[in-house]
C-alpha cells in the first residue's frame, strides 16, 4: 500500500475510534449519538430480520432506475446538443445554472402529477443527475481532438463506425466523469425525495425512526447508506482506474 | 528529373479555389486559383508563409474538404469530397488513438477495411520493424514521446500502402535533431515504397533537403508562386546540408519567402 492510502486508512479508523470513545465515555450523549460499534451491530440485527429488506430493494431499484434513465438520457440529449449547436447556444444560460434550483420544492407538484408512488422519487433522482451527464457528454464530445476525426475519415469510416470507433472511445474519460456524478446525484436525489414525502424507501425510513426517537434504528440505516455508498464508489473508481490504466495513464 | 510534361500526372489539382464561410458572416478567401501535377514517384515539397492555405490545399487533395471551384484528380479520378484509397496522410497533431496500443493503432485502418487477419499482421510487423517500433508494440501513446508517436501515425499510414503520401508538417512538433533523423527516415521511406510524396512544411531546410521539387505559395489567399527543382540524386540523406547547392536553394526559397512572409503578418497587423 501507498503511505497516502495508509495515512488515510489512519485518519477513518482513527475518527471512528475517536467517535467510539467519546460516545461510551459520555462526552456525546445517548440521545445524540450511539458508539459506531452498536450503530454496526443494530444494522447486523436489523438485516438479519429482515425488517428493512423490502426499502433497501425500494431504494436501490429507484436509484438503479433514476441513474439508468440519467445516464441514457443525458447522453442522448448531450450528443443532440452537441449535434445542434444552435440549440446548445440557446439552452447553455440554462443548464449552466440549472443546479441553482431546489427541486425538491417541486417535490409536492410531482406528487400531484404522478400521484404518491415510485415515479417523483425516481424522476427527482433522474432530474438531479441528467444534467451532469449531459454537461460531460458535451465536454467529452468538445474534446475529440479534429484530427482524430480526419483519421477515421481517411480509414474510410462513415459516420455511425466513426461515432462508435472512434468519438465515443476518445470521449470515454468525460463520459465515465458524467456516469459517476450521475450515480452520486441518483442517490442524493432518491434517498432525499424519500426522506421527504415518501411513504417507504431507506430515506423514509430513517426520517421514520428520526420522528419516533429509534436513534440506533437511524443511525443503523445511516450506517448502511455510507457504506453502500462507499462501495459503489469503490467499484467505479476501480472501474476508471482500470481503463485509464489502459491508456498508459 | 522526375518531372514531365506527359499525360502521367498522379495527382493533379486544376484552378482548384477554396472559400470559407467567416464568423462574421463574410467569407474568407483561403486559397487559389491553384494548378498542380504531382508526378508518379517525385518528392515534392511546399513552403509558404503561416496561414497562407497550405493545409487547406493539403485537405483538398486527400478529399477531405471539397474544393468552392475547380477539380482534384487522382489517379485520373476525380477526387469528390471523399478519401480514395491509395492516399495517405500524416497530420503534425499527434493522431495516435490514446486508448490503443502501438500494433492496434497501426493495424487500425487495415482491420476497419476488412484486410484478412494473417495479411494485417503481416503489414503491422513490418512496419514497426521499419519505423524501429519494435520495443512498443504493446506500449500506450501516453508511455511514447512526441516523435515516437508521430512514427506510430506514419507506421499505421505505410501499413494501407499509399500510393500518394500527403503530409501536413509531420515533424513541425518535434525538436530539430529529432526532424533531421525523421527526415531520413521519410526519405528512405519515399524510397523503399516508390509512393509520390507531397510535403507541407514551413522548414525551408527540410523541404531543400528532401524534396525534389518545391512549391512556394504566397501569403492568403494561397497561390503558387514558384516551383524549384533540386536536382538532389535519388539516393540522399541529411548530409546534403553540407552540399553547396543546399545552401542556394535555401537562400532562393528565403529570397522568394520573405516578402509574402513580411506580407502575411503585415496583413494580420492590418486585419486588427
Given at each position: 500500500?501507498?503511505?497516502?492510502?495508509?495515512?488515510?486508512t489512519?485518519?477513518?479508523v482513527?475518527?471512528?475510534l475517536l467517535?467510539?470513545?467519546?460516545?461510551?465515555?459520555?462526552?456525546?450523549g445517548?440521545?445524540?449519538?450511539?458508539?459506531?460499534?452498536?450503530?454496526?451491530?443494530?444494522?447486523?440485527?436489523l438485516?438479519?430480520?429482515?425488517?428493512?429488506?423490502?426499502?433497501?430493494?425500494?431504494?436501490?431499484?429507484?436509484?438503479?432506475a433514476?441513474f439508468?434513465?440519467?445516464?441514457?438520457?443525458?447522453?442522448?440529449?448531450?450528443?443532440?446538443?452537441?449535434?445542434?449547436?444552435?440549440?446548445?447556444?440557446?439552452?447553455?444560460?440554462?443548464?449552466?445554472?440549472?443546479?441553482?434550483?431546489?427541486?425538491?420544492?417541486?417535490?409536492?407538484?410531482l406528487?400531484v402529477?404522478?400521484?404518491?408512488?415510485a415515479?417523483?422519487?425516481?424522476?427527482i433522482?433522474?432530474l438531479?443527475?441528467?444534467?451532469?451527464?449531459?454537461?460531460?457528454?458535451?465536454?467529452?464530445?468538445?474534446?475529440?481532438?479534429?484530427?482524430?476525426?480526419?483519421?477515421?475519415?481517411?480509414?474510410?469510416l462513415?459516420?455511425?463506425?466513426t461515432?462508435?470507433?472512434?468519438?465515443?472511445?476518445?470521449?470515454?474519460?468525460?463520459?465515465?466523469?458524467?456516469?459517476?456524478?450521475?450515480?452520486?446525484?441518483?442517490?442524493i436525489?432518491?434517498?432525499?425525495?424519500?426522506?421527504?414525502?415518501?411513504?417507504?424507501?431507506?430515506?423514509?425510513?430513517?426520517a421514520?425512526?428520526?420522528n419516533?426517537?429509534?436513534?440506533?434504528?437511524?443511525?443503523?440505516?445511516?450506517?448502511?447508506?455510507?457504506?453502500?455508498?462507499?462501495?459503489?464508489?469503490?467499484?467505479?473508481?476501480?472501474?476508471?482506474?482500470?481503463?485509464?490504466?489502459?491508456?498508459?495513464? | 528529373?522526375?518531372?514531365?510534361?506527359?499525360?502521367?500526372?498522379?495527382?493533379?489539382?486544376?484552378g482548384?479555389?477554396?472559400?470559407?464561410?467567416a464568423?462574421?458572416g463574410?467569407?474568407?478567401?483561403?486559397?487559389?486559383?491553384?494548378?498542380?501535377?504531382?508526378?508518379p514517384?517525385e518528392?515534392?515539397?511546399?513552403?509558404?508563409?503561416?496561414g497562407?492555405?497550405?493545409?487547406?490545399?493539403?485537405?483538398?487533395?486527400?478529399?477531405?474538404?471539397?474544393?468552392t471551384?475547380?477539380?482534384?484528380?487522382?489517379?485520373?479520378?476525380?477526387?469528390?469530397?471523399?478519401?480514395?484509397?491509395?492516399?495517405?496522410?500524416?497530420?503534425?497533431?499527434d493522431?495516435?488513438?490514446?486508448?490503443?496500443?502501438?500494433?492496434?493503432?497501426?493495424?487500425?485502418?487495415?482491420?476497419?477495411?476488412?484486410?484478412?487477419?494473417?495479411?494485417?499482421?503481416?503489414?503491422?510487423?513490418?512496419?514497426?520493424?521499419?519505423?524501429?517500433?519494435?520495443?512498443?508494440?504493446?506500449?500506450?501513446p501516453?508511455?511514447?514521446?512526441?516523435?515516437?508517436?508521430?512514427?506510430?501515425?506514419?507506421?499505421?499510414?505505410?501499413?494501407?500502402?499509399?500510393?500518394?503520401?500527403?503530409?501536413?508538417?509531420p515533424?513541425?512538433?518535434?525538436?530539430?535533431?529529432t526532424r533531421?533523423?525523421?527526415?531520413?527516415?521519410?526519405?528512405?521511406l519515399?524510397?523503399e515504397?516508390?509512393?509520390t510524396?507531397?510535403?507541407?512544411?514551413?522548414?525551408l531546410?527540410?523541404?531543400?533537403?528532401?524534396?525534389?521539387?518545391?512549391?512556394?505559395?504566397?501569403?492568403?489567399?494561397?497561390?503558387?508562386?514558384?516551383?524549384?527543382?533540386?536536382?538532389w540524386?535519388?539516393?540522399?540523406?541529411s548530409?546534403?546540408a553540407?552540399?553547396?547547392?543546399?545552401?542556394?536553394?535555401?537562400?532562393?526559397?528565403?529570397?522568394?519567402?520573405?516578402?509574402e512572409?513580411?506580407?502575411?503578418?503585415?496583413?494580420?497587423?492590418?486585419?486588427?
Open positions: 500500500m501507498k503511505r497516502a492510502t495508509w495515512i488515510r489512519l485518519v477513518i482513527g475518527f471512528v467517535l467510539e470513545a467519546l460516545c461510551r465515555w459520555g462526552a456525546i445517548r440521545m445524540t449519538m450511539i458508539p459506531p460499534s452498536a450503530m454496526a451491530e443494530h444494522l447486523w440485527k438485516l438479519q430480520e429482515g425488517r428493512y429488506n423490502g426499502d433497501i430493494v425500494q431504494t436501490l431499484r429507484n436509484v438503479l433514476a439508468v434513465l440519467a445516464v441514457v438520457g443525458g447522453f442522448v440529449l448531450g450528443s443532440l446538443l452537441h449535434a445542434w449547436p444552435r440549440a446548445r447556444r440557446a439552452v447553455d444560460p440554462f443548464l449552466a445554472t440549472y443546479y441553482a434550483i431546489p427541486f425538491f420544492a417541486f417535490y409536492p407538484l406528487v402529477i404522478f400521484g404518491l408512488n415515479a417523483p422519487v425516481i424522476l433522482g433522474f438531479f443527475g441528467v444534467v451532469a451527464m449531459i454537461l460531460n457528454t458535451l465536454n467529452g464530445l468538445d474534446r475529440i481532438p479534429p484530427v482524430l476525426v480526419k483519421t477515421a475519415r481517411i480509414a474510410g462513415g459516420p455511425l463506425r461515432a462508435l470507433l472512434v468519438k465515443l472511445p476518445s470521449a470515454a474519460p468525460q463520459l465515465f466523469t458524467g456516469i459517476k456524478l450521475a450515480i452520486a446525484y441518483s442517490f436525489g432518491v434517498i432525499a425525495a424519500e426522506f421527504i414525502m415518501s411513504t417507504s424507501g431507506l430515506g423514509y425510513s430513517i421514520y425512526a428520526f419516533n426517537f429509534d436513534n440506533r434504528t437511524m443511525y443503523a440505516l445511516m450506517l448502511f447508506i455510507i457504506v453502500l455508498v462507499t462501495v459503489v464508489n469503490a467499484f467505479f473508481h476501480v472501474w476508471e482506474r482500470r481503463i485509464m490504466a489502459r491508456r498508459g495513464l | 528529373m522526375h518531372r514531365s510534361s506527359s499525360d502521367a500526372a498522379h495527382a493533379e489539382l486544376k482548384v479555389v477554396r472559400v470559407y464561410p464568423a462574421d463574410g467569407k474568407v478567401h483561403a486559397l487559389g486559383p491553384v494548378d498542380l501535377r504531382l508526378v514517384g518528392f515534392y515539397s511546399i513552403v509558404g508563409p503561416s497562407c492555405g497550405k493545409s487547406t490545399l493539403l485537405d483538398v487533395l486527400a478529399g477531405l474538404s471539397a474544393p471551384e475547380g477539380e482534384v484528380f487522382f489517379e485520373g479520378q476525380p477526387v469528390a469530397g471523399k478519401v480514395p484509397p491509395g492516399i495517405g496522410v500524416v497530420f503534425q497533431e493522431a495516435s488513438f490514446p486508448w490503443l496500443t502501438v500494433e492496434d493503432n497501426i493495424a487500425f485502418g487495415l482491420r476497419r477495411a476488412g484486410v484478412d487477419g494473417a495479411e494485417v499482421d503481416r503489414r503491422v510487423s513490418w512496419a514497426v520493424g521499419f519505423m524501429g517500433l519494435e520495443d512498443f508494440r504493446r506500449a500506450y501516453a508511455q511514447l514521446s512526441g516523435g515516437m508517436r508521430q512514427r506510430v501515425c506514419i507506421a499505421r499510414t505505410l501499413v494501407t500502402q499509399p500510393r500518394l503520401i500527403l503530409l501536413d508538417e515533424f513541425g512538433a518535434l525538436d530539430a535533431q533531421l533523423l525523421m527526415g531520413d527516415e521519410l526519405l528512405r519515399w524510397r515504397t516508390g509512393a510524396v507531397m510535403l507541407i512544411t514551413h522548414a531546410d527540410e523541404a531543400a533537403m528532401l524534396s525534389d521539387r518545391i512549391g512556394v505559395m504566397s501569403a492568403r489567399p494561397g497561390r503558387l508562386i514558384a516551383d524549384i527543382c533540386t536536382g540524386p535519388r539516393e540522399r540523406d548530409r546534403i553540407a552540399d553547396e547547392a543546399f545552401g542556394a536553394i535555401t537562400s532562393r526559397l528565403w529570397g522568394l519567402l520573405r516578402e512572409s513580411l506580407k502575411a503578418t503585415g496583413m494580420a497587423g492590418a486585419a486588427r
